[in-house]
């Protein structure tokens, strides 16, 4: 379908149909200097929702506004309504939001389309997955793809049970290995590991495994604060204290001699399990933090002092 | 992306200012002429393009002066002809079928009233006056009880009646819009007995709660990624609900009902993170496709927490490891991101800073750095701030930058309400409107 130059008005197929045009006084808000293909288009929509018309040609008119503003939200609610209406077929229905999902991939409407789509069709269709990976090559930080992925697990219940080529770990694994700062991979990790509802499908050694993936990835990388930040995540999850891993914290830090120090999160770690038993060395590694590793954030850094200050008057 | 050079070495030590001037021009444009077709992508925010036009001249001083009261008056008049007759308003003209075409269950669903536009126009009614006598207050009350999903969460659209098809839904955006009609439509003084006369204030609660993930950060939702957006959006409902503490020095005995010290600790470790020297020079590189950082806010509607995606960084660059040393004497340039690992971007100076800054701890921030960021960095020569260093200004990045500023006492801006995202002045009449019970 040529979506350049469609007139409805000159359309016999749209003969019977009268535009409604928007109405909006002189001294309006936030005007728009909308395109007269918009304001066409937009006129004939309001025409066939108003009279609830379910068909080819609403579904063609909807496709034409999408691309003209895929944030249009309830053009999106129609669409969808008018597939379940004509039973149209809903695979079929996915392969057309290919192309508008990657030229708008931050759009937000689509993603939850594509979701109200998907929940009519009964097993997960083959080209899913490789789809959203390659929407992911292109942002693989996307908000909307990673919540929607979620969904996804949720729905068709794809919850790793290996590492094996095609589980969620592995794809993960594969992210991280191309971007080992790629915080919204992290958070999926944790998600498919830790965000089931039934915990007694999860094998006892998850924890082991999850805090030796987390040490080795920081190996890599010392000062990347989405694997610091899932260290501590399993650890509070476990209900375990952070001194289990202090040792391992110390490899990038040393109080004695400043010029090992390779790490701001690391001092961060360790200032967090001195805290209580060790607070003269929590409160030294806060300062250097605040003078020299990490000065932008001085203020937290002695505000974190504070607290330890006011638990020892206290 | 460019590790910031610091203000002394671009201006020769001169402090960054605020063109009050120039910006209130900006403004002007954005509120007098038609905005570029650039917009019709965000046609469907209508009315929150007006809120932040509305606010940010509000702000700098100059929506009496650059207004008559006739314009005003039909400002108002638009804002009215937006409102549905089920409660709450559309958030835009464009799904109005106008008087000769009856709404009927049919096709009452496609023309609803929007969570985003009802706050925004009750936000921009007030900025421009009104005293919102007009506003169908049960019916919003009404409609708005039935946005709210049994986990706790609200929908963002429907047509009013109380069992209108409710779309939407899962995303905390919609719970503190909500939140914030409820606390002006209500007829109790204070917001956590309005929203609580109106709505399940124990799920809502349990809905954040859950949102809050493993780095300390809250996601749109549970099991989302942590976004400074969203936590804003949490914490601003938390406040309203009377759930945060009031001490910056938590205290040991834990209150039932207010947030835990972990919650807030986990938080605040979060938050004050999201300060960082990465920034993104638009005209450092040519990996940054301009398509995309056009739909980065164009395509978010209708909410207005807008989520910005950016490109991955290429590895080349990542690839190095620092840490941010600086030697005392030197001034360090930082805004904001809102996602770990992101550079900065002029929003989440407001969207973080002003978590921070309801929670009582907007010092733990280098306001002076990101202050430099947003003057020296993201300012715009003809007014306005960019998303990022030499990006063109758009409505939402310089509202909030500005109300950013406001927030931290800037010279030449009113004050603001950081939850509202309006002056103190216009928070103290949306206080007082004539329902409110004087207890």
Redesign the interface.
């Given at each position: 379908m040529n979506l350049t130059k469609i007139n409805y008005e000159a359309d016999e197929k749209w003969a019977d149909v009268v535009p409604?045009?928007?109405?909006?006084?002189?001294?309006?808000?936030?005007?728009?200097?909308?395109?007269d293909e918009?304001s066409q288009a937009?006129s004939y929509l309001?025409a066939v929702?108003?009279?609830?018309e379910k068909s080819e040609r609403a579904m063609e008119l909807t496709e034409h506004i999408i691309n003209?503003?895929?944030?249009?939200?309830?053009v999106w609610?129609?669409r969808a309504?008018i597939i379940k209406t004509l039973s149209l077929n809903p695979v079929k229905e996915l392969d057309k939001l290919e192309a508008i999902s990657l030229n708008?991939?931050?759009?937000?409407q689509v993603w939850?389309y594509r979701q109200s789509i998907m929940s009519i069709i009964p097993t997960l269709p083959p080209k899913e997955l490789s789809f959203l990976a390659k929407v992911l090559a292109?942002?693989?930080?996307?908000?909307?793809v990673?919540?929607y992925r979620?969904w996804l697990v949720e729905y068709f219940s794809l919850w790793p049970t290996s590492e094996g080529k095609g589980s969620e770990l592995f794809f993960i694994d594969s992210l991280l290995t191309?971007?080992v700062?790629?915080?919204?991979a992290w958070?999926h990790r944790?998600?498919v590991l830790f965000?089931r509802n039934v915990e007694s499908v999860m094998p006892l050694d998850i924890f082991t495994q999850e805090i030796n993936y987390a040490m080795a990835k920081i190996d890599t990388?010392?000062?990347?604060?989405?694997a610091w930040?899932?260290l501590?995540?399993?650890l509070?999850?476990q209900k375990k204290g952070a001194k289990e891993v202090e040792h391992f914290a110390l490899q990038y830090v040393s109080l004695e001699d400043e010029s090992k120090i390779?790490?701001?999160h690391a001092l961060d770690l360790l200032a967090e399990i001195w805290a209580g038993e060790a607070s003269d060395k929590a409160c030294q590694a806060l300062d250097l933090l605040s003078?020299?590793?990490?000065?932008?954030?001085?203020?937290?850094w002695q505000?974190r002092k504070?607290?330890i200050k006011?638990a020892q008057a206290? | 992306m460019s590790q910031a050079s610091s203000a002394g070495d671009k201006t020769s030590g001169k402090a960054p200012t605020l063109n009050i001037a120039l910006h209130t021009r900006y403004w002007v444009r954005c509120l007098k002429t038609f905005l570029p077709t650039g917009y019709q992508e965000q046609d469907s925010s209508r009315l929150v393009l007006a809120f932040f036009i509305l606010t940010s001249l509000d702000l700098l001083g100059g929506l009496e002066t650059h207004t008559t009261p006739a314009e005003r008056a039909d400002y108002i008049s638009f804002i009215y002809s937006c409102q549905h007759p089920g409660g709450g308003f559309r958030s835009f003209p464009g799904t109005d079928f106008g008087l000769q075409h009856a709404t009927t269950p049919e096709n009452a669903r496609w023309d609803p009233a929007s969570v985003a536009g009802t706050y925004f126009a009750l936000g921009a009614l007030a900025i421009l006056g009104d005293d919102l006598s007009r506003v169908r207050r049960q019916e919003t009350l009404d409609w708005i009880r039935n946005l709210q999903h049994p986990d706790g969460s609200f929908g963002d659209l429907a047509a009013g009646g109380k069992n209108a098809t409710v779309d939407g839904g899962q995303d905390v955006r919609f719970c503190f819009l909500a939140v914030l009609v409820c606390a002006i439509v209500g007829e109790e003084q204070s917001a956590s007995e309005a929203v609580g006369k109106c709505v399940d204030v124990d799920r809502l609660k349990q809905f954040i709660l859950d949102s809050q993930t493993y780095d300390g950060g809250i996601a749109r939702k549970p099991n989302c990624e942590s976004h400074a957006g969203s936590t804003y959006c949490a914490i601003s409902v938390l406040k309203l609900l009377d759930l945060l503490p009031t001490d910056a020095i938590p205290s040991l005995a834990e209150n039932t009902n207010q947030v835990s010290p972990t919650f807030l600790q986990n938080l605040l470790h979060w938050l004050s993170h999201r300060q960082t020297t990465m920034l993104y020079d638009y005209r450092d590189t040519d990996i940054f496709d301009e398509e995309d950082d056009e739909e980065d806010h164009t395509s978010d509607t209708p909410g207005f927490a807008v989520i910005n995606a950016t490109p991955a960084l290429p590895p080349s660059l990542l690839a190095f490891e620092r840490m941010d040393l600086y030697s005392s004497d030197r001034p360090i340039t930082a805004g904001l991101n809102g996602r770990v690992n992101k550079p900065a971007d002029t929003c989440y100076s407001f969207w973080a800073g002003a978590t921070l800054a309801i929670l009582g701890h907007g010092n733990l921030i280098d306001r002076d750095a990101n202050r430099r960021y947003l003057l020296d960095k993201t300012q715009h020569r003809i007014g306005g701030f960019g998303k990022f260093p030499g990006v063109p200004p758009d409505i939402l990045h310089s509202a909030l930058a500005l109300a950013c500023l406001a927030i931290h006492g800037e010279p030449g801006l009113k004050s603001v309400d950081p939850v509202f995202c309006v002056s103190k002045e216009v928070k103290a009449r949306l206080d007082k409107v004539t329902w409110k019970r004087r207890d």
């Open positions: 409604i045009l928007q109405q909006e006084g002189e001294n309006s808000l936030a005007q728009i200097a909308y395109t918009y937009t309001r929702m108003a009279s609830n003209m503003n895929p944030a249009h939200y309830t609610l129609y309504d708008h991939p931050k759009n937000f939850g292109k942002d693989a930080k996307n908000y909307h990673w919540a979620q191309n971007d700062r790629n915080n919204s958070n944790y998600f965000g990388a010392p000062q990347n604060a989405s930040n899932y501590k995540g399993i509070r999850k390779r790490s701001s003078n020299k590793y990490d000065p932008v954030r001085a203020n937290y505000y504070s607290l006011a206290a | -």
